[in-house]
């Protein structure tokens, strides 16, 4: 983390002092890490080449959905506890200002966590002092709850951006779902992650507060085509069939909202569905591997569809063992949740694993924190989760606990643009 980077002499002896490393601090951070930020007026990479390295804040869409997904998560909802306008206005000034150096690895605010007056609160918190940008993403959305009739916002309520349905067998806690907004801080680094989010929320003091949030570790999505897929806590490979960053075409198609949706606003943007699904591993511990296969309707080594060999072989539901009965069974997790069975719905996924401790009564507090992009939600993820909550075997060993929708504006274009200009400008 740099202290400021605006461009003085003091500021770029600054960056070269965190940067411009010999070569212990190469070896430590990486040679591409180095070159990449020791060239100090060159532009962020469009795609990060380590682990280090920043990603552009600037563009048509926010960073952070098909961004290649990062290994660790933060996530926070907030209630707006201000009723001016104004004040939620530039609240989403300040924090795109921050945001766009956070994510450039720089601290919060221009004099930083020890730059300032020593008789003012710093502004930044400091813990991220000497971390690279770790691949730092931050996305925003607007909750279905922000368009009620505290900000004139009623008449701009997006379509797609409609309470979700009550599903079968949800057991929703009501204080950790919803929410006015929220920020996806995705990094590689969880400090970086925190860090982050707990400046935004410093910066927000008096106008919002944290309604709640949530830690992920490990990726359960492969995001683009040169990552490898990741497990879930369930041990299985999630993520293989997901929309990735290469699928321009259907990206296009299934993701980004478009001006002829009704909402021009949020031409560019995405719906953003999260649920926290407690998973029961401990009782998923104790079924047998058969078992576990045929609910995901994939092996647990490979990834392969059942009757397939290899992770991206593809799935053939006419296909039947020796015993007739089709590889992969009607209600497998993969059947329920495929296109084919939704008029072609798809989702961009990007959940975490998390393990909140444990509950008390020795089973560990785990699972998914799902996360999914999409275009339209009652088109997409309704349909889709409408079929796995009354079908899925999967079912027994899961339960939905907390869910949340919101409209994640277009990207931001530059230093002039913020989050969420187009509804209150546009
Ligand atoms: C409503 C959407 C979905 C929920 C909720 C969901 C929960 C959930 N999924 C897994 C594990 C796996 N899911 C896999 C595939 C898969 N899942 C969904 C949707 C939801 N899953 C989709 C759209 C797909 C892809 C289907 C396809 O087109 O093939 C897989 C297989 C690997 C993969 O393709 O990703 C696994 C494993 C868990 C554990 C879980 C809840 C805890
Ligand atoms: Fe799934």
Redesign the pocket.
Known sequence: MTTDGQGSAKERVSRRKVFGLGAAGAATLGAGMVAANTLLDEPPQAHATSTSDPFPFYGEHQAGIVTPAQDRLHFVAFDVTTDKRAELVELLQEWTAAAARLTQGKEAGSYGAVGGAPEAAPDDTGEALGLPASGLTLTVGFGTSLFDDRFGLARHRPAPLTDLPKFPKDQLIPEISGGDLCVQACAHDPQVAVHAIRNLARIGFGKVSVRWSQLGFGR??STSRAQS?P????G???????LKLEDSGLLRDHLWAAAQDGSPWMAGGAYL?T?K???MVETWDRTSLAEQEQI???NKGE?A?LGKRAEFDP?DFAAKGPDGEPHIKSDA???L????SHAD???L?R?YNFVDGSDGLGRLDA??F?I?YQRDPRKQ?VP??M??ARN?P?NE??K?VSSALFACPPGVRDGGDYWGRTLFEG
């Open positions: 359960t999505s897929t497990r879930n806590l369930m299985f490979k999630d993520g293989t069939n997901n569905v649920r699904i407690r998973m995901f309707g994939r990834g569809p799935l997790h993969v059947r949740a495929h296109p084919s719905a798809r989702l996924r959940g699972g998914l799902f999914a993820f889709v989760q079929g796995l899925d999967l060993y899961i939905h």
